[in-house]
């Protein structure tokens, strides 16, 4: 008795046994019809299946997933599959195969209890305290030590490091700092205006670019150039061994990678910001000559008279902690680099973030503490 | 060009900008041979390797790959050429993004249209071919050197190519693992008769692997020697290949260089 099948696969019942027979291709693109054509084939059966591959064309490892699936189907409804004629390129194929092992159940790790799971995250927030006191602490002997001997400081890239942090942020900077200036006189006027106080817009522009704007937009630029910068750097020294190269031959990774960031940072953010202050003050200038009619001169003298030199430097002041935090934090991030491509690009999103937190944070404090003073 | 050769290179030139690595280089390879490119560090072996996989263009000549020319493709035509070939690069080069069987699964899920349960089947299938069965679920990281070199060669054989490239299959392994990694690209060529080329300069894993064997040389820029590994280290007269076979430091060669000239 002969029942044809569709596509290539023909089926014969015999007196023991039900005889699959297939002759077409049996690779990546039509195991999906031939493993259907297979069970419609056989239907229901259950018992002995012998399968005829010796005009089977091609085979690869569609075809090898066929075969296994098959048997695997059959076996489990307690029937048995056979392969009684093939040809040498499937019996090498076959022969690669651990068939055991392909259906063995992976091996599934024990779901962790609860209180495990807790304690393992409370762990690994003391082990980040900890590493983070211990930075902190290397950091600052770092920098007490760069103080006291300023012929050990690695200058050759700390000059090279302020070149990139500085000079090359120049020119974003001063867009930056140009823009604010100019929409918070923008802001300003138009409320002024309404009371015949167009004067005060010198006053406006010049107290919050110097004291907060200025400060705050530049570190913000810093942290996403330099601070992003500076952990990828050391992520990928991380992952390619090179810190490990460093503490093996002896030498402090503090004083090797860290000061020099941290020490171009601290002398280039105030540099940054004196800038961002001056070209901010312009572009509230632009406003208020350009949209207000105020004269240039009236401007200029009712912002001497607004801004003090305390001002501008209270400013300062808190970029040199900005600059700490920012150099700090991306430094951090990069060693806690652990394997591969995809870490380092997790710390350096880390070290953006964590550093405009601080940012901020840091910012809210010094305000705090100069109200007091 | 004869159809029992499935990878031919014609005259090609390899160069970098101005420095020329490679200079009219031809040879060819048949249907089902295990080659192998070996040389000296710095000696081009890794640049001819780029050239045929289709990651560098020749400066001149040609590079047939089953009859289409790499060096020509555009993007269409190279993918669909690229898709004849698994390469298993020096360290693996899993993505590290995903585990194990999601790398072997990938090039499944992009180029064919399997069902979901099948793609899985065949991802056990090819993780048992190279004995890795059961660490499906593991990430990149978790794998060590050697386990990182038969995933990779797992990934490169998910789309059954008929040609497999190895950049330094032994690179980095120890003795033990990089025989077995050597056995295993016998096995497979054996079975499957997949065409096999090797770029190694390890002489184990070449005595091991190779039928047919060119060496390139770095003064040369192009083929110093062709034929089978033993042969040329017991009967080749040129002494830098006699070197290179019997592992002989350069200053040896240089010594026999100087007989060989005044003989």
Same mark, same amino acid.
């Given at each position: 008795m002969t029942a044809s099948g569709e596509s290539g696969v023909t089926v014969e019942r015999t007196a023991t046994a039900l005889r699959l027979r297939i002759t077409e291709r049996m690779d990546l693109v039509t195991a999906p019809a031939l493993l259907a054509a297979a069970r419609k084939a056989l239907g229901s059966h259950v018992g002995r299946v012998e399968l005829d591959l010796a005009a089977v064309p091609y085979f690869d490892s569609g075809g090898g997933a066929v075969v296994l699936q098959l048997r695997h189907e059959i076996h489990s409804r307690g029937g048995r599959l056979e392969i009684v004629a093939s040809n040498p390129a499937i019996d090498g194929f076959l022969a690669l195969i651990d068939e055991q092992a392909v259906f063995a159940p992976a091996p599934v790790e024990p779901p962790q209890h609860f209180v495990v799971k807790v304690g393992d995250a409370a762990l690994q927030v003391l082990r980040d305290a900890r590493e983070l006191v211990i930075f902190t602490g290397e950091l600052v002997l770092g920098l007490v030590d760069a103080f006291r001997h300023p012929r050990r400081i690695r200058w050759r890239e700390t000059w090279l490091y302020?070149?990139?942090?500085?000079?090359?942020?120049?020119?974003?900077?001063?867009?930056?700092?140009?823009?604010? @200036?100019?929409?918070? #006189?923008?802001? +300003? %006027?138009?409320?002024? $205006?309404?009371?015949?106080?167009?004067?005060?817009? =010198?006053?406006?522009?010049?107290?919050?670019?110097?004291?907060?704007?200025?400060?705050?937009?530049?570190?913000?630029?810093?942290? @996403?150039?330099?601070? #992003?910068?500076? +952990? %990828?750097?050391?992520? $990928?020294?991380?992952?390619?061994?090179?810190?490990? =190269?460093?503490?093996?031959?002896?030498?402090?990774?503090?004083?090797?990678?860290?000061?020099?960031?941290?020490?171009?940072?601290?002398?280039?953010?105030?540099?940054?910001?004196?800038?961002?202050d001056l070209v901010g003050i312009l572009g509230g200038l632009v406003v208020a000559v350009g949209g207000m009619d105020l004269p240039a001169q009236v401007y200029f003298r009712q912002l001497r008279t607004a801004v003090s030199a305390w001002d501008v430097l209270s400013g300062l002041i808190k970029t040199v902690a900005f600059a700490i935090l920012i150099a700090g934090v991306g430094c951090l991030r990069g060693f806690q680099a652990s394997t591969g491509a995809e870490s380092v690009g997790r710390i350096t999103t880390s070290a953006i973030v964590a550093a405009i937190f601080l940012i901020i944070l840091a910012d809210a404090v010094f305000t705090v503490i100069f109200h007091y003073w | 060009?004869?159809?029992?050769?499935?990878?031919?290179?014609?005259?090609?030139?390899?160069?970098?900008?101005?420095?020329?690595?490679?200079?009219?280089?031809?040879?060819?390879?048949?249907?089902?041979?295990?080659?192998?490119?070996?040389?000296?560090?710095?000696?081009?072996?890794?640049?001819?390797?780029?050239?045929?996989?289709?990651?560098?263009?020749?400066?001149?000549?040609?590079v047939w790959i089953d009859g289409e020319d790499i060096g020509q493709a555009e993007t269409e035509q190279l993918r669909r050429i690229q898709r004849k070939f698994g390469v298993l690069f020096q360290s693996g080069a899993l993505f590290g993004s995903l585990t194990l069987g999601e790398n072997i699964a990938l090039p499944l899920q992009e180029y064919t249209h399997l069902p979901p349960t099948l793609i899985r089947l065949i991802v056990r299938l090819k993780l048992s071919m190279v004995r890795l069965d059961g660490f499906e679920d593991f990430r990149i990281a978790e794998l060590s050197g050697g386990m990182k070199k038969r995933a990779g060669l797992a990934r490169a054989m998910a789309l059954d190519p008929g040609i497999l490239f190895f950049d330094e299959p032994s690179a980095g392994l120890d003795p033990i693992t990089s025989a077995e990694l050597d056995e295993l690209i016998l096995q497979i060529n054996r079975s499957l008769g997949t065409t096999i080329v090797v770029v190694s300069h390890e002489l184990p894993s070449i005595f091991t692997i190779a039928e047919r064997c060119i060496m390139l040389d770095r003064s040369a820029k192009g083929i110093i020697a062709e034929g089978a590994p033993q042969d040329l280290r017991d009967r080749s007269t040129d002494p830098r290949v006699r070197a290179f076979f019997n592992r002989q430091p350069q200053s040896a060669a240089r010594r026999a260089a100087v007989g060989h000239r005044n003989s």
């Open positions: 302020m070149e990139r942090t500085g000079v090359d942020g120049v020119p974003i900077v001063v867009l930056i700092s140009f823009l604010m @200036g100019l929409i918070t #006189a923008f802001q +300003a %006027a138009v409320q002024l $205006t309404q009371f015949g106080a167009d004067i005060f817009v =010198a006053n406006l522009v010049g107290l919050s670019i110097t004291r907060e704007l200025g400060p705050l937009m530049t570190a913000i630029i810093a942290a @996403g150039r330099s601070g #992003a910068a500076f +952990a %990828a750097e050391i992520g $990928t020294m991380k992952v390619s061994e090179e810190v490990d =190269a460093l503490t093996t031959m002896g030498f402090d990774r503090t004083r090797f990678l860290v000061t020099p960031k941290v020490l171009a940072l601290v002398f280039m953010l105030p540099c940054l910001t004196i800038i961002a | 060009m004869p159809t029992d050769a499935v990878i031919a290179v014609e005259n090609l030139t390899a160069a970098y900008g101005e420095r020329t690595i490679l200079e009219n280089v031809s040879f060819r390879v048949r249907r089902g041979e295990r080659f192998v490119i070996v040389g000296g560090s710095g000696c081009g072996k890794t640049t001819l390797l780029r050239h045929l996989i289709g990651l560098q263009r020749p400066s001149a000549g040609h």
